[in-house]
């Protein structure tokens, strides 16, 4: 947009809101393009008969129109699997009960919305075949980083032998960034997680640590999704040749 911008200063003010308005479609129909050739690329790990277990939201409410790891799943039930899915609500937010059980119900996608803390029995009781996720960040390691709650499972999974995918754009991956401890995460308001819809649920001086996001190391990751196909690890060179192609 500041190409654009700066590209055309001396054209009138309309005809610059038209070409950034042009070129905004532009970005929405790539992003559907490239989630659609991630969800393709997918589908290919999803098993034809398969419990899948994701958090947070990762579908048409996080991206343009069809989704990251829900786009999967999206795929994976539209290509006739029988898939079934265990939605982590996503504490403090909610994203998995507000948004993709909303997007599962919508689709007419088998769903069961779980609290957080249910996705270890599951996993133990080896009523999950795989675990599809997203990302905000993958360092060149293959760390990641997501929603807080998302390193728990990719530790329950290593432990339990369930195959734990990443679904993410290969823009998410950073090669400046050797390792996940280099990934800076954000401390959100204590209030998201002592109130519920502006109602109190804990003592109002308590204190509060809250961050963002979580890391999963390379290690619990059994592979990284993205519109260039599936890097596995060793992931310093994989993702270097992924993101290198055209």
Not at 54 to 80: D, F, M, P, Q
């Amino acid at each position: 947009m500041d190409e654009i911008l700066e590209q055309n200063r001396e054209k009138q003010a309309s005809d610059i809101v038209n070409l950034i308005r042009q070129e905004a479609d532009l970005i929405a129909e790539e992003d559907v393009k490239t989630n659609k050739k991630m969800a393709a690329n997918g589908n290919v790990v999803v098993p034809q008969k398969a419990s899948i277990l994701t958090h947070c939201n990762t579908g048409a409410l996080a991206t343009v129109g069809y989704g990251t790891a829900l786009g999967v799943i999206r795929e994976a039930h539209k290509s006739g699997k029988s898939v079934d899915v265990y939605v982590d609500e996503t504490r403090p937010r909610l994203q998995g009960a507000r948004l993709t059980a909303f997007e599962l119900v919508e689709g007419k996608i088998p769903a069961t919305l779980i609290v957080d803390s249910v996705a270890a029995t599951l996993i133990r009781d080896g009523n999950v075949d795989i675990i599809l996720v997203g990302a905000d960040r993958i360092a060149a390691n293959g760390d990641t980083a997501n929603k807080i709650g998302t390193y728990i499972l990719s530790v329950l999974a290593s432990n339990r032998n369930v195959p734990f995918y990443v679904v993410a754009p290969t823009s998410t991956i950073d090669m400046e960034i050797a390792m996940g401890t280099e990934i800076e995460v954000e401390e959100r308001s204590p209030d998201e997680v002592k109130e519920i819809n502006g109602s109190l649920i804990a003592p109002e001086d308590v204190p509060v640590y809250n961050p963002s996001f979580d890391v999963s190391p390379a290690e619990n990751i059994t592979g990284i999704i993205t519109e260039k196909g599936i890097a596995r690890p060793p992931f310093n060179e994989t993702l270097s040749q992924m993101v290198g192609q055209g």
